[in-house]
């Protein structure tokens, strides 16, 4: 940081206490199920009772200031801290990844302290590697679960949910079978959930609405590239540096500009990059002396103005590496193979709306209580017997395992 400025050198450590003890006020709303705003039970309230007191006794300042910056954006946040571009740049990234605002967006920095949440990590974002690669997590998951009684079945599609008189029943498979039960928990997002697999003639109008009215437009894109080498960037002193997060975001304004293109759904010329070398940590995941390099690209608009995602999803590799190559001349040599995965590659191979990572924005008004819509943010539905546990409820997304964790206190408390 003292390359760019001193002054933002001597700053940095006060600004990590800062949006660690901010971070740690935003973990303590977040880390819960919401409540339920007609229960006057004590036992229902009593974790926000305590929450408020913790709040209370944090003192009238801290607390008004966590109120004032949860709505900034993150360039006014940024900017009282910082001179330097370069580091406003890197650190505003996290405030809009997976989003569709930019930086000048009022409620950014909200998303800049979430992603903070996870511990102590340098004041990028919080998020740790998987040994074997994220497969792995899935796979202990399902382990885990199978040596608790659970029968795993991947690979069979759901074609439905069986509801009648407003009682969830089971599942139907592409093939027929029909599964009988009185939970049925869905993983995937709202509307996919209730539009696809409940089926709007078993809806309500007001509820067809309001999950018609949650926003997705994913604005994301993968880029995987198997490398013979490491990649050769300008100005590291030794390949040690590559094993974290690699950012290509040199301001806020080039933040601003590549949003600003994705508005009016153009992909942006100049695109977002944050960038992982997993081998560095994990060498076992490719064979010796190679590499993959795993990069996430915005903003690239699920909706374009012209052309299709077909026709412009290796084009758009292509821009991803010489993007790359500005900054580490030999990747382009050194790139054996490319995996290209776009919006609309998220929605047909994933099951993501709109190829939305995070199965709906991640904004002010599709948090807390209100996500995924007014009435239904406690895992329950319109049916009984049937939940919600993805990344559409809430807290919202990211590998955390929250949803799924009080979606299953919510349902042993209906059912035990």
């Known amino acids: 940081i003292n390359r760019f400025s001193a002054e933002d050198g001597d700053k940095y450590r006060a600004f990590l206490d800062h949006t660690e003890a901010a971070s740690a006020f935003l973990a303590d709303v977040l880390d819960k199920a919401p409540p339920d705003l007609k229960s006057r039970s004590l036992g229902e309230l009593w974790p926000w009772l305590k929450t408020g007191f913790r709040f209370r006794r944090s003192g009238r300042q801290e607390l008004m200031e966590f109120g004032r910056i949860l709505s900034l954006p993150v360039k006014?946040?940024?900017?009282?801290?910082?001179?330097?571009?370069?580091l406003k740049g890197v650190l505003g990234q996290p405030a809009v990844i997976g989003g569709m605002p930019g930086p000048y967006a009022s409620g950014t920095t909200l998303m800049y302290l979430y992603q903070q949440m996870g511990g102590k990590n340098g004041g990028y974002r919080s998020s740790k590697f998987v040994k074997g690669g994220i497969g792995r997590l899935s796979q202990a998951v399902a382990e885990s679960a199978r040596s608790h009684g659970a029968i795993v079945r991947c690979g069979e599609p759901v074609a439905r949910i069986i509801v009648q008189e407003d009682l969830a029943q089971g599942v139907e498979l592409d093939?027929?079978?029909l599964i009988e039960s009185r939970v049925v928990v869905s993983g995937l997002d709202p509307r996919r959930t209730f539009f696809d697999l409940v089926g709007g003639p078993n809806l309500m109008p007001g509820f067809i609405r309001d999950v018609c009215n949650i926003r997705f437009k994913g604005t994301t894109t993968?880029?995987?590239?198997v490398l013979s080498g490491l990649p050769d960037f300008r100005g590291l002193e030794a390949n040690n540096q590559l094993s974290s997060y690699i950012v290509i975001s040199p301001s806020l304004a080039y933040l601003e500009r590549a949003w600003d293109d994705a508005k009016y759904g153009r992909i942006s010329l100049s695109p977002i990059l944050e960038a992982t070398i997993p081998t560095l940590l994990d060498p076992a995941l490719a064979p010796a002396g190679n590499h993959i390099m795993s990069i996430t690209a915005q903003y690239t608009p699920y909706y374009l103005g012209s052309g299709s995602w077909d026709k412009r999803q290796e084009a758009f590799g292509d821009l991803v590496v010489s993007t790359l190559a500005e900054y580490a001349p030999n990747i382009p040599e050194i790139v054996q193979q490319r995996q290209v995965l776009t919006p609309?590659?998220?929605?047909?191979?994933?099951?993501?709306?709109?190829?939305?990572?995070?199965?709906?924005?991640?904004?002010?008004?599709?948090?807390?209580?209100?996500?995924?819509?007014?009435?239904?943010s406690r895992y329950r539905t319109p049916f009984k017997g049937l939940y919600l546990c993805g990344a559409g409820s809430h807290p919202g997304g990211g590998v955390t395992g929250a949803p799924g964790y009080f979606a299953?206190?919510?349902?042993?408390?209906?059912?035990?």
Do not use: C
Not at 408 to 416: F, G, M, S
């Open 408 to 416: 299953a206190h919510e349902i042993l408390r209906d059912w035990n």
């Open 222 to 225: 993968k880029v995987n590239l």
């Open 175 to 177: 093939n027929g079978e």
């Open 76 to 86: 006014d946040f940024l900017d009282e801290w910082f001179e330097s571009e370069p």
């Open 344 to 376: 609309l590659d998220w929605e047909r191979v994933y099951g993501l709306t709109e190829g939305s990572i995070f199965h709906g924005r991640m904004e002010l008004d599709q948090l807390l209580f209100m996500r995924p819509i007014a009435g239904y």
